[in-house]
């Protein structure tokens, strides 16, 4: 079991069976752990943490999907892409950080050459390797190298014929047959699957499919305006109804088929907005944006961004030793809570939503400083001035 100590206590992760636990002084004591270097003020708060807990990193931008809705606008490889040796450093930057979990992405990774040699390296410095593919490059040779991973997400949003309903081309035969492969060689699987207008009404067909293929579980992802993602955001951002709607929806999935399902950070205001415990919410540690805290973007030359989703910063990985880099350069989202604007400032969800997708703020908006205006509440506050 891995550690990192915090101010509040600490961070504790499995890879068997995989979890990661944020837990007090005490506990952490409990465990024979004990740091009066970081446990010298009475603060127990959580706040700015020593360094993330995950980072998405793209191992190459290039790419042979060329979806519509990618975020990163992938295809050809970056100019001026990390070599195997510069990716090697940067991994050891993030180890010397404590960081616990590398996302690796891209781009498609699978298309990098020496991207084994990548994960097999994570490991070896004790961060855990995770993938995040198109599934169409998943071959019966590639898939028993995959063991080396924690688990292979495999992006698809719709099933069969709707498989294309964003992408624009149909590799759904082949996407199918890599699920087959992975789970041949025991290798935990899950589907990220994209939500937006216009595959709102076929989720279910996801789950069912999910069910079949017994993946561990769906992560949905809102539809956000980045990279090419921009460019029919107005035509597939979620409306109004289906943002209330998709919460006690997905629950009733999850129940139904008796699959984990998850959401990204982008999705708490449509979770807050059904009013639940907030202590329930702090217990599975659900969180709205941490931008450059608990989630950090990495592209493949090495630059930094708070998330995938979020422009990038010229803060380069080498830089991020420092650990005051990260204090200054995402100020605008660590301190973004203490001016909150209305609706926000008065809700009781603040300090767990901290104002939704800045991302999307940003571009429907045109500032990081306004709060998600697909949030629920902030779309009733906007139109009636008043906030429930």
């Not at 100019?79 to 510069?86: A, F, R």
């Amino acid at each position: 079991m891995e550690h990192r100590f915090e101010n509040f206590g600490g961070i504790i992760a499995s890879d068997k069976p995989p979890f990661l636990a944020f837990v007090d002084r005490d506990y952490m004591r409990s465990l024979g752990l004990d740091s009066p270097r970081h446990w010298d003020s009475a603060d127990g708060s959580i706040g700015v943490l020593s360094a993330p807990t995950e980072v998405h990193f793209a191992a190459t931008n290039k790419c042979n999907a060329s979806c519509k809705h990618c975020y990163m606008a992938s295809g050809s490889r970056l100019e001026h892409e990390l070599t195997i040796e510069e990716f090697k450093k940067a991994l050891d930057v993030l180890a010397e950080l404590k960081v616990f979990h590398i996302a690796l992405g891209g781009g498609e990774a699978l298309l990098r050459e020496d991207f084994f040699e990548i994960a097999e390296y994570a490991r070896e410095k004790g961060l855990v390797p995770n993938l995040t593919t198109s599934g169409i490059n998943v071959n019966p040779v590639n898939s028993e190298k995959m063991k080396i991973l924690g688990q292979v997400n495999i992006s698809i949003d719709g099933v069969g014929s709707d498989y294309a309903i964003y992408r624009g081309v149909d590799y759904f035969e082949t996407v199918d047959k890599a699920f087959d492969l992975l789970a041949q060689q025991n290798i935990p699987v899950g589907i990220n699957c994209v939500i937006g207008s216009a595959n709102f009404d076929l989720l279910e067909s996801v789950f069912a499919y999910a069910a079949k293929k017994n993946v561990n579980e769906i992560e949905f992802l809102r539809y956000k305006p980045s990279g090419r993602g921009t460019e029919a955001f107005d035509k597939y951002r979620l409306t109004g109804e289906q943002n209330i709607e998709l919460i006690p929806l997905l629950k009733s999935l999850s129940e139904k088929y008796q699959l984990t399902s998850k959401v990204d950070c982008s999705f708490i205001p449509m979770i807050c907005w059904h009013q639940p415990p907030i202590d329930e919410l702090y217990g599975m540690a659900a969180y709205g944006c941490e931008a450059g805290n608990i989630l950090l973007g990495i592209t493949s030359d090495g630059r930094v961004s708070g998330c995938s989703f979020l422009p990038e910063t010229n803060l380069n990985v080498f830089e991020l030793r420092d650990p005051s880099v990260r204090r200054t350069e995402f100020a605008t989202f660590f301190d973004w809570t203490k001016n909150a604007p209305m609706p926000c400032r008065d809700c009781r969800y603040l300090e767990i939503c901290k104002g939704g997708c800045h991302a999307v703020a940003k571009f429907v908006t045109g500032s990081f400083a306004n709060p998600d205006p697909d949030c629920p509440a902030v779309a009733k506050y906007n139109q009636k001035g008043t906030v429930s």
